[in-house]
């Protein structure tokens, strides 16, 4: 059968036209536009955009909506065209979409409202914890699950026990229980609402959380030491601290130097003194009497450092170590290291009772009669209510009279006799005595015999007539004098009034200018002066500075 030409060529541009993979066929590409529409009055404006406005023919263009809290709004309906008569209305912030021909396309949006909007199938939640039964202030994880999928859900988990959490986007939380108890768990699930209310639109069945009582907590024990580092000798204080369910509780401390352990006590604290230097470890046990296994419990061991015991070096002081009778002389001690606790005990050397034990390390002392002494000093530290000395230092002084009383011996001339000469025989003497053996004292006392004189003789004794008679200064009489002198200087110091006395000492200084200067002038006052002001007149300008300590 012949068809007409002309019904042929309708047939084939029929074909041609209704062919969906004709226009992909072409090459070319795909503009894409934005179209200005005009959004309804009481309605949210959506914006829309696209990742790239030109585009090879067969790839995708992604678009993007905003707000989602307006996109994904139920009450809301948008719809989204693309400008090739194809549109869409899915809840999503962001679409692909493909053009299946080239040109250029031009794409809006727009808003409308859900009349009657058909609510979507809430899904069942289900509780989980792990895990459902523990001990008290244990942590349990919670975990909400649903049935299916739903949008923009919140969670809100509620422990039964006084506590819950706010709505929330996750699906997770952890809680713990202080009170021992079954407690039934629960979480709602809702959705936002007009504006930012959460409405509940169900929840899981309660849960059963199992509270066990807490484990008691175990004993423990630790040991405190004051001091850690000590000498041989020294004592060493020990405090326990126990921590567990028993109220009647025994101690024992162990001290690790190989002395017995103590024998169980109440008293968690002890005092043990270490006699030996060394590295030693102690620790303590601790035994509770309702602990049905009576085994102890120990503390770590704690170390303790004792050194061997090291006197220190102690020097005594004196200012001045010269000094005039019945002046006081300030005694200063010096130990090296110094240490706490430390008392002192000075004896002066002159007879007298030596000082209490002090914490003094000075004194003042005036001896009140001449001569070179040695006075020291002692120290020690106070052990079970007495003084244990363990170091001394001494230092010499020397006390000088103020008038010295020590008779100079006068010595003795014979007399003179004449000598042979050439000339002749000696001459006779001249009126002999037959008596002329007694003897007369001497000034050191001496009996001297004096013989028969033959010719007049010139004594070389100061103070003798030259004929030996009693006319001579004997030492009584010297002594009478200094007796009266020194009655008279003791009196007019009772009866005046007091005065400075003015001793220049020579002694090296400490004071530097140009040159080292050799003199310290000192002044010692006398001890009767109370108060009062002094001063030093020097018959040429000197800088002279004064000083008067505390002390002195």
């Known amino acids: 059968m012949r068809t007409p030409a002309h019904l042929l060529t309708v047939a084939i541009l029929a074909v041609i036209i209704n062919s969906p993979t004709a226009p992909a066929q072409q090459p070319g590409a795909v503009n894409v ?22 585009v090879p023919l067969g790839e995708l263009v992604t678009f993007t909506l905003s707000p989602a809290s307006v996109v994904l709004n139920p009450h809301y309906i948008v719809t989204l065209d693309f400008g090739d008569r194809h549109q869409t209305q899915d809840r999503k912030t962001t679409i692909v979409h493909l053009y299946k021909y080239p040109g250029t396309f031009r794409y809006s949006v727009s808003v409308s409202t859900v009349k009657d909007p058909v609510k979507r199938k809430v899904p069942q939640v289900t509780l989980l914890a792990q895990p459902t039964s523990t001990q008290a202030s244990k942590p349990i994880d919670f975990r909400a699950q649903l049935s299916e999928p739903y949008p923009n859900i919140k969670y809100r988990f509620v422990f039964a026990d006084g506590w819950q959490t706010a709505w929330q986007d996750a699906a997770q939380t952890t809680h713990d229980y202080i009170t021992p108890k079954t407690y039934l768990a629960y979480v709602d699930i809702g959705e936002a609402g007009a504006g930012k209310t959460i409405g509940r639109i169900g929840g899981s069945l309660r849960l059963a959380i199992h509270i066990l009582p807490a484990a008691p907590a175990p004993s423990s024990v630790q040991l405190s030491v004051k001091p850690a580092r000590i000498e041989e000798g020294q004592t060493v204080s020990f405090v326990a601290s126990f921590r567990g369910n028993s109220g009647s509780v025994r101690y024992r401390f162990i001290f690790g130097d190989k002395s017995s352990a103590t024998g169980w006590q109440s008293s968690p604290q002890v005092r043990h003194r270490y006699k030996v230097a060394g590295d030693f470890s102690a620790h303590v046990e601790v035994r509770e009497l309702n602990n049905p296994s009576g085994a102890p419990v120990s503390s770590t061991s704690t170390p303790i450092e004792v050194r061997a015991k090291s006197n220190p070096v102690v020097n005594l002081f004196a200012t001045p170590t010269s000094v005039m009778e019945n002046l006081p002389i300030l005694f200063t001690t010096r130990v090296d290291p110094p240490g706490p606790g430390l008392k002192y005990r000075f004896n ?83 009126n002999p005595s037959p008596t002329a053996d007694t003897s007369s004292p001497t000034p050191n006392g001496t009996p001297t015999t004096i013989g028969p004189i033959s010719s007049p003789s010139v004594d070389s004794t100061p103070g003798r007539k030259q004929d030996g008679g009693s006319g001579s200064w004997d030492i009584g009489w010297i002594l009478l004098v200094t007796a009266l002198l020194f009655g008279g200087y003791r009196a007019w110091n009772w009866l005046a009034p007091a005065k400075p006395t003015f001793h220049p000492r020579l002694d090296p200084g400490v004071s530097k200018v140009a040159t080292d200067l050799s003199i310290d002038f000192q002044i010692q006052l006398n001890p009767d002066i109370a108060a009062g002001d002094f001063g030093l007149e020097t018959p040429t300008g000197t800088f002279i500075k004064s000083e008067r300590k505390a002390d002195d």
């Not at 934005?34 to 955009?49: E, H, I, W, Y």
């Not at 006075?375 to 020690?380: D, M, S």
């Open 348 to 430: 002066f050397g002159d007879g007298g009772q030596p000082t209490a034990w002090s914490g003094k390390a000075t004194e003042t002392h005036a001896y009140a009669r001449a001569g070179k002494f040695e006075p020291f000093v002692e120290i020690g530290r106070s052990r079970n209510g007495t003084i244990d000395a363990f170091a001394s230092s001494k230092r010499p002084v020397t006390v000088e009279s103020l008038f010295n009383n020590d008779p100079t011996p006068t010595p003795t001339v014979s007399p003179a006799t004449p000598s042979p000469t050439a000339a002749g025989p000696s001459p006779s003497p001249v």
């Open 33 to 54: 536009r934005p179209r200005v529409t005009t959004q309804a009055p009481g309605l949210p404006k959506v914006d829309v955009s696209v990742d790239r406005q030109r």
